[in-house]
């Protein structure tokens, strides 16, 4: 383990959270270092963000590959390549199979719209105006086979106000996501770091 946990970010889409965490990453104090971005989408315009903050993205086209097992598998060599520590997913729209998060298990992460485990899935902000909740949220976990299901390692709270709507509640959530995700990443980051430290001092090569 790097002294700071190198770090890929995987997104589809505008990319604000891998901002949050490119932003995050330039204290000398953070535990992880984001070494490259890697979207599926070649469109996304978070790539183009990355690049003009001075971070390495790339596109790996799920298109271009004839199925979901050699596009992880495009994607695997990839983050061997960049020597990887931790992946966090950030607006990624692809469901990863069981075997590609087993290997990165602990060291995967997901940023997701909801208090988990209520609403797993897309479409949060709709449907938490649709239940008439109170309370609204964002969730960092761990990623595990079960879609939006591995264990949390942060929650942010908003209210739902009167008259919001998806728009307006999705901004509220956003603001917290930007929040939670870089401090998840970091705590993660500096346990794992520290226990690499741990581990190197009781077995001395
Ligand atoms: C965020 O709301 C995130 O929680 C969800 O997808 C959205 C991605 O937004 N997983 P961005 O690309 O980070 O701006």
Redesign the pocket.
């Known amino acids: 383990m790097s002294p700071r946990a190198r770090t890929v970010v995987l ?1 589809s ?6 901002s949050a965490l490119v932003e995050a990453a330039r204290s000398p104090d953070f535990a992880a270092e984001i070494v490259l971005v890697l979207s599926d989408e070649p469109g996304a315009p ?1 790539l183009a963000i990355a690049r003009e903050a001075g971070v390495a993205a790339e596109a790996i086209d799920f298109r271009a590959y004839p199925g979901k097992a050699a596009f992880e598998a495009a994607l695997e060599a990839r983050l061997r390549a960049e020597r990887a520590e931790i992946v966090c997913l ?2 990624f729209m692809r469901v990863l199979s069981p075997s590609f998060v087993e290997r990165w298990k602990g060291r995967i992460l ?4 909801s208090l988990l485990p209520n609403l797993r899935g897309l479409n949060t902000h709709e449907r938490a105006l649709r239940q008439g909740v109170a309370e609204h949220g ?1 969730t960092v976990h761990f990623v595990t086979a079960e879609l939006d299901a591995g264990p949390i390692i942060a929650q942010a709270r908003v209210p739902v106000l009167p008259g919001d709507d998806a728009e307006a509640l ?1 901004a509220r ?2 603001r917290e ?1 930007h929040r939670i995700y870089p401090a998840a990443l970091n705590a993660v980051a500096r346990s794992l770091t520290s226990a690499n430290v741990r581990e190197a001092r009781l077995n001395p090569r």
Do not use: F, W, Y
């Open positions: 997104i889409g505008r990319g604000s959270n891998m978070g950030a607006g997901n940023i997701h719209p964002c999705a959530v956003l996501e």
